[in-house]
């Protein structure tokens, strides 16, 4: 939890304006904001804070690189990550909606840990894969593409041979 502490804006002593804010979000992080989470990354996160009198405005960007599986060779590759995100926070007791967060009270301190978690989650592709021919050295697993790919064809020429077609064109429709 001490990690936590580190991304609270102590939000009492700041002036009206903007302030900001940097931060390095790796595999502690997202431990630490989700117990059963097991993210590696190496991310930053670049905070904006804007501090007016009747409310926050947070602009957050999130960039760096997310540690993973690829999806398409199983090798453990970096998968650039990058995503600018921008909410607002009001005093009052309103519901929530997608960009606007409402506190019933505005505290001397804001901890936005929460808030750059879900935004970095947001920034993860759903298919997790690069163009490794762009990487050196190539992470890619080779053996296992090639492969795949002849796999692919062989699937390919199987589903030409079994057309759905066919078993239409042995109907006698002359009766």
Not at 24 to 43: G, Q
Not at 145 to 156: F, H, R, V, Y
């Amino acid at each position: 939890m001490n990690l936590l502490r580190s991304f609270i804006i102590p939000v009492k002593g700041l002036k009206i304006g903007q302030h900001e804010f940097s931060w390095k979000l790796e595999a502690d992080f997202f431990k630490a904001v989700n117990t059963e989470s097991n993210i590696n990354a190496d991310l930053e996160a670049f905070v904006i804070f804007d501090k007016r009198s009747s409310m926050y405005i947070l602009n957050i960007e999130i960039k760096g690189n997310l540690i993973d599986t690829c999806d398409r060779c199983l090798e453990t590759i970096p998968i650039p990550i990058e995503g600018k995100y921008e909410f607002f926070i009001k005093q009052g007791t309103s519901e929530d909606e997608a960009d606007l967060i409402f506190l019933e009270s505005f505290d001397d301190e804001l901890n936005i840990a929460t808030y750059i978690y879900e935004y970095a989650v947001l920034s993860f592709p759903l298919i997790k894969t690069v163009e490794c021919d762009d990487l050196e050295p190539k992470p890619c697993n080779t053996e296992l593409l090639k492969k795949w790919e002849q796999e692919t064809k062989l699937i390919e020429r199987e589903e030409d041979k079994k057309s759905v077609w066919d078993a239409l064109n042995k109907l006698n429709l002359d009766k």
